[in-house]
């Protein structure tokens, strides 16, 4: 398993939930030790030997059995934006990670946005490739859905794919008529939020092109959903798709008062929650209930869904001779040592005519910056390799705290990337540099590794632990602590 700091994890939590923490049921090691027995044994039956239909997504953080949405997998991908399209609801979900009583203008990414036209040229801007209508409820402000649902179809035709959540709450068939009519490709339905009615549901299977349920796993709905799930394959639902609960501070209280146990990591989660959803994949695989699930686990939405924001704004701010890591973030390599050594690699470069928008040299002549690609034509024998990482972020406006490169959207709009960095850099010596390199570079350019710097050496682990949450996911369900 990649290194977690579980104590510096549970500082964190302690922290951020200081006022609660001691009345909060946390998960203890005796008891995470039966949970992580437990979830262990219904993977197993849910992998059984000639079983047909599950599988990993997203580095094994996304379960699934036979299908996602579309939607789904524009999401893991990272091409995907959410447009909170109000921040008010009709309905009082006791897990609602907050308030939803602000209406407010719409949002995504901490931008707002009071015209459909300034969004789409949003979407085009960041080359988004599908886009969903959350809130609060949609449909509570239903004429604004249908605004920038007709204004997004008439820009992109069908380049672009749409969907919208809601509670069903307000749904009619003349709305989900229009909403079909402007080109809406996927609904999904909260049924929770209705007490597991499926009236609603039945009014858009067959006219929306395709119908998913996406409910939190709710423990003390496991046996109602038991039931419900077979409905829904018989009525031709596309998908069900469960979300593991998460803890804020507006649900807390209500969380502690049905006596579910936490999780520590980078937020806290529910345990009940994530055995709850792998019940139900299992069951649905016992019974042979023709309904695709999948499982949306908090470990997949804090690194995939971040990740993906990451590498659009990284693809816009970095230097040609910088890289954009899987999980988002600006790698910025550079050899360091005496100018000698520097300008010989800097000759190979010459030489070789590499495109000079992929390296750059420090005025002193004694760093040389590089793209990754360029990893095998650089002499490792007799300098030192310098690694940092750098994280971004959308802003509405300067902030002024950190580098920053503002992005037009069109005459009217404006959006601010913001860079910080968050590693300010590794220093790797000798053989270490090519087993960074074998660890976390994969260069796609000309040339042999030089010397005996090609054999494989096995990276320090505290070289490894500290690069590792800037350079790849986090594999697997996250660990019980």
């Known amino acids: 398993m990649p290194f977690i700091d579980i104590p510096e994890r549970i500082r964190l939590n302690r922290e951020e939930y200081s006022d609660t923490y001691d009345r909060m049921n946390w998960l203890f090691p005796e008891a995470a030790d039966k949970a992580l027995d437990r979830r262990k044994a219904l993977l197993q039956e849910i992998f059984a030997p000639g079983q047909a239909g599950p599988g990993w997504l997203f580095d094994g953080t996304k379960l699934y059995t036979h299908s996602i949405s579309p939607g789904c997998a524009l999401c893991g991908q990272g091409d995907w934006s959410c447009l909170f399209i109000n921040g008010i609801c009709n309905a009082s979900c006791f897990y609602c990670p907050s308030s939803q009583k602000e209406k407010g203008l719409p949002m995504t990414s901490s931008l707002t946005f009071d015209s459909p036209r300034d969004y789409a040229d949003y979407v085009k801007a960041f080359n988004i490739k599908g886009v969903s209508f959350s809130g609060g409820e949609p449909l509570m402000t239903f004429e604004r859905v249908l605004a920038y649902l007709k204004v997004l179809r008439s820009r992109f035709s069908d380049s672009l794919y749409i969907w919208m959540y809601t509670n069903g709450l307000l749904v009619t068939e003349n709305k989900l008529k229009a909403l079909k009519d402007n080109g809406l490709d996927e ?152 100018p000698k050594d520097i300008q010989e690699n800097l000759q190979n470069l010459l030489t070789r005519n590499i495109d000079n928008s992929l390296w750059k040299i420090s005025k002193a002549g004694d760093q040389l910056f590089f793209n990754a690609s360029l990893w095998p034509l650089m002499d490792f024998s007799r300098v030192s390799l310098k690694v940092s990482h750098s994280s971004t972020a959308l802003k509405p406006a300067v902030s002024f705290r950190n580098p920053f490169k ?41 040339g042999e590794v030089p010397g005996d710097l090609s054999q494989k050496t096995a990276l320090l682990p505290e070289t490894e632990n500290r690069a590792l949450p800037f350079e790849s996911a986090l594999p697997g369900l996250y660990p019980y602590f």
Not at 427 to 442: M, P, S, T, Y
């Open 187 to 338: 609904i999904r339905f909260d049924i929770s939020a209705d007490h597991y009615h499926l009236d609603a549901l039945k009014k858009a299977v067959g006219l929306i092109p395709r119908v998913t349920v996406e409910i939190p796993a709710v423990p003390e709905d496991l046996e109602t959903m038991k039931k419900v799930m077979p409905r829904l394959a018989d009525l031709g639902v596309n998908h069900l798709n469960l979300h593991q609960i998460r803890c804020t501070a507006f649900n807390r209280e209500r969380l502690i008062q049905r006596g579910y146990t936490f999780l520590h990591g980078p937020r806290v989660t529910v345990l009940e929650t994530e055995l709850t959803a792998l019940e139900l994949i299992r069951t649905t695989l016992e019974q042979d209930i023709s309904l695709p699930v999948n499982y949306c686990s908090f470990t997949f939405r804090h690194q995939f869904q971040g990740a993906g924001a990451r590498k659009r704004n990284a693809g816009l701010v970095k230097s040609g001779h910088e890289d954009a890591t899987p999980t988002g973030h600006i790698r910025t390599l550079s050899i360091m040592g005496g």
């Open 406 to 446: 503002e992005i037009r959207i069109n005459s009217n709009k404006k959006v601010i990337i913001e860079r910080q960095t968050q590693l300010p850099g590794i220093l790797v010596e000798k053989e270490q540099i090519q087993a960074f390199g074998n660890r976390f570079i994969r260069p796609e350019g000309p």
